[in-house]
């Protein structure tokens, strides 16, 4: 069964702190690897989609890695700010070949509160 | 240029009544896929639809039900609600291959009393 898995469940950090969310899979076969923001209430927001072969992708203050071999993979966010509170899903999709489509897995996200 | 949007926004049913929600796909965008969203869960994958077909099905009883129309829009309809049943539910559209991205609307929530 595919699965995602997200660590910490949820995070608070202060204004101008760096941190980093943690996302380790088990989808087959693997297509790519995207990380959502969502805030309270609203729907999902791109920040990255990454590749097997890609091993960074970076988006203003957010860098996301991505080990296919271990598949893993992180989001890192350099000086928080205020506005960066919200949930974070890392989510992975498989190519069905039978169907002709993708397939995503979403994780439940890391819910991150950035304190003044 | 309009991303995907959702109506309504909020709803409050009773339990055992039908709720049809809507979506319009971004400009371009053949794909629509509909997700559950249950308070502090990721999002599960109801369905998807494609040229009007529905190309994929996620583990949800058939009580749910869709529709793609010529235009692409879209709707999810719920049957015999259950309390259950509450929670957010998004829309998301993408044209093309399993790289490109996909946009979500801003959801509608779903109340089951």
């Known amino acids: 069964k595919n699965q995602v898995e997200q660590s910490p469940q949820s995070l608070i950090i202060l204004e101008g702190k760096n941190c980093t969310l943690q996302?380790?899979?088990?989808?087959?076969?693997?297509?790519?690897l995207r990380w959502y923001k969502q805030d309270t209430g609203r729907g999902p927001v791109s920040l990255t989609i990454m590749t097997f072969s890609e091993n960074t992708k970076s988006n203003g203050r957010y860098t996301a890695t991505l080990d296919a071999d271990t598949k893993q993979s992180s989001l890192h966010i350099t000086a928080s700010q205020l506005s960066d509170s919200a949930s974070y899903i890392c989510?992975?999709?498989?190519?069905?070949?039978?169907?002709?489509?993708?397939?995503?897995?979403f994780g439940k996200g890391t819910k991150l509160s950035v304190i003044p | 240029d309009a991303g995907v949007t959702q109506s309504p926004t909020h709803l409050i049913k009773t339990r055992g009544q039908q709720v049809t929600l809507r979506c319009s796909p971004k400009s371009g965008h053949d794909t629509v896929s509909w997700y559950q969203q249950a308070l502090g869960q990721g999002p599960q994958f109801i369905f998807q639809?494609?040229?009007?077909?529905?190309?994929q099905r996620g583990n949800f009883p058939d009580r749910f039900s869709g529709h793609q129309f010529p235009n692409y829009s879209s709707e999810l309809n719920v049957n015999a609600l259950l309390l259950g049943d509450s929670a957010l539910y998004l829309c998301?559209?993408?044209?093309?291959?399993?790289?490109?991205?996909?946009?979500f609307g801003e959801g509608s929530w779903l109340t089951v009393v």
């Open positions: 996302c380790n899979y088990t989808v087959s076969p693997f297509s790519n």
């Open positions: 639809y494609y040229e009007e077909e529905e190309r």
């Open positions: 998301a559209s993408s044209f093309g291959g399993p790289g490109n991205t996909i946009y």
């Open positions: 989510v992975v999709s498989a190519w069905i070949s039978g169907a002709g489509s993708y397939q995503l897995t």
